[in-house]
C-alpha cells in the first residue's frame, strides 16, 4: 500500500524504505497509521515496517500539519515524535485529546527517561516505545492498540459500583454523579478491576486485557496508570482500594 508524503523533506521516504527489505508475519488487521517524525531515516524504517506488514502510512514532519491532517482524515492508530521543528509531540497530543478524540496514540521516540514515559501517559498516550524499535514489536503493539480501541468501542451497559459508574459505550466514568476525566487506558483499566472486585488480577493479565501487551514489556505503564487511576477516582477516600500484591498484581477491594 501507499504512503502520502505531505512534507517535501520526506519525499525520498519510500525510496529508501524501498532498499530495506525484511520479511514479518502479515496481521489480520489493516491499519491506516499517521506518523508523525521529522527525521527522514527514522521514518524510512517505520513506513517500511507498515508497508511490508500489509499497513497504510501517512508521514507529517511538523506537528501543525499533523494536527490539520488528523482533523481532516481517518486514521486507526497515531505515532508521534516527541522532538519536532514547531512543538513538542506532548502538546500535539494535548491538541488531540482536547477534540475529545480517543483514537490510539503511541510515543516513538529516542527520550527513554521515565518521567518521559510518566508525562506521555499523563497527558493520554496509550503506549510509548524508545527508538529505534523493533519492527515486530511496533507492529504488535499498533495492532494491539487497534483491537483495544475496537473493544472499547463496543455497546456495553453501564457498569454501577457506588459510588461510581462507568459507561463503555461513552468511555465515561461518573463519581457521585459528577464526571471523573479519565483517560482512555485508566477508563479501560477501572471497568477491568471494578467487573472483577475482590480478585487478584495479575500483571499479564491486566496488560492483555487493557494493553493487549505481554507482561514482559513496559510493566510500568501499569504501575504508572494503577497510580493515576488512584488519584483520579480518590481512592481509598470513596470506600474501594487498589491493593498492590507483591510478584503478582493488584486487587480492587472495599474498605472495611
Given at each position: 500500500?501507499?504512503?502520502?508524503?505531505?512534507?517535501?523533506?520526506?519525499?525520498?521516504?519510500?525510496?529508501?524504505?524501498?532498499?530495506?527489505?525484511?520479511?514479518y508475519v502479515?496481521?489480520?488487521?489493516?491499519?491506516?497509521?499517521?506518523?508523525?517524525?521529522?527525521?527522514?531515516?527514522?521514518?524510512?524504517?517505520?513506513?517500511?515496517?507498515?508497508?511490508?506488514?500489509?499497513?497504510?502510512?501517512?508521514?507529517?514532519?511538523?506537528?501543525?500539519?499533523?494536527?490539520?491532517?488528523?482533523?481532516?482524515?481517518?486514521?486507526?492508530?497515531?505515532?508521534?515524535?516527541?522532538?519536532?521543528?514547531?512543538?513538542?509531540?506532548?502538546?500535539?497530543?494535548?491538541?488531540?485529546?482536547?477534540?475529545?478524540?480517543?483514537?490510539?496514540?503511541?510515543?516513538?521516540?529516542?527520550?527513554?527517561?521515565?518521567?518521559?514515559?510518566?508525562?506521555?501517559?499523563?497527558?493520554?498516550?496509550?503506549?510509548?516505545?524508545?527508538?529505534?524499535?523493533?519492527?515486530?514489536?511496533?507492529?504488535?503493539?499498533?495492532?494491539?492498540?487497534?483491537?483495544?480501541?475496537?473493544?472499547?468501542?463496543?455497546?456495553?451497559?453501564?457498569?454501577?459500583?457506588?459510588?461510581?459508574?462507568?459507561?463503555?459505550?461513552?468511555?465515561?466514568?461518573?463519581?457521585?454523579?459528577?464526571?471523573?476525566?479519565?483517560?482512555?487506558?485508566?477508563?479501560?483499566?477501572?471497568?477491568?478491576?471494578?467487573?472483577?472486585?475482590?480478585?487478584?488480577?495479575?500483571?499479564?493479565?491486566?496488560?492483555?486485557?487493557?494493553?493487549?501487551?505481554n507482561a514482559?514489556?513496559?510493566?510500568?505503564?501499569?504501575?504508572?496508570?494503577?497510580?493515576?487511576?488512584?488519584?483520579?477516582?480518590?481512592?481509598?477516600?470513596?470506600?474501594?482500594?487498589?491493593?498492590?500484591?507483591?510478584a503478582h498484581?493488584?486487587?480492587?477491594?472495599?474498605?472495611?
Open positions: 500500500m501507499s504512503c502520502k508524503r505531505p512534507a517535501s523533506d520526506l519525499a525520498a521516504v519510500i525510496i529508501r524504505a524501498q532498499h530495506v527489505r525484511q520479511d502479515r496481521e489480520d488487521i489493516t491499519l491506516r497509521v499517521a506518523l508523525l517524525e521529522d527525521d527522514p531515516d527514522h521514518a524510512a524504517q517505520t513506513v517500511n515496517s507498515l508497508q511490508t506488514a500489509g499497513h497504510s502510512c501517512e508521514v507529517f514532519s511538523r506537528g501543525e500539519t499533523f494536527l490539520r491532517g488528523t482533523l481532516h482524515e481517518t486514521f486507526d492508530v497515531l505515532v508521534l515524535d516527541w522532538g519536532l521543528p514547531d512543538m513538542s509531540g506532548v502538546k500535539v497530543l494535548d491538541a488531540i485529546r482536547q477534540r475529545h478524540d480517543n483514537i490510539p496514540v503511541l510515543f516513538l521516540t529516542s527520550r527513554d527517561a521515565e518521567q518521559d514515559v510518566v508525562d506521555a501517559l499523563s497527558h493520554g498516550a496509550d503506549d510509548f516505545l524508545v527508538k529505534p524499535a523493533r519492527p515486530a514489536e511496533l507492529l504488535a503493539r499498533l495492532t494491539a492498540l487497534k483491537r483495544r480501541a475496537d473493544s472499547a468501542g463496543a455497546v456495553a451497559q453501564p457498569l454501577s459500583v457506588p459510588p461510581f459508574v462507568f459507561d463503555p459505550a461513552a468511555s465515561a466514568a461518573k463519581l457521585n454523579g459528577e464526571p471523573v476525566e479519565l483517560t482512555l487506558r485508566q477508563f479501560q483499566l477501572a471497568v477491568v478491576l471494578f467487573r472483577n472486585v475482590g480478585r487478584l488480577l495479575s500483571r499479564t493479565y491486566l496488560l492483555e486485557a487493557v494493553w493487549g501487551l514482559q514489556v513496559q510493566t510500568r505503564t501499569l504501575d504508572i496508570h494503577v497510580s493515576q487511576l488512584r488519584s483520579a477516582l480518590k481512592l481509598p477516600e470513596n470506600g474501594w482500594r487498589i491493593t498492590s500484591v507483591y498484581g493488584y486487587r480492587l477491594e472495599p474498605l472495611g
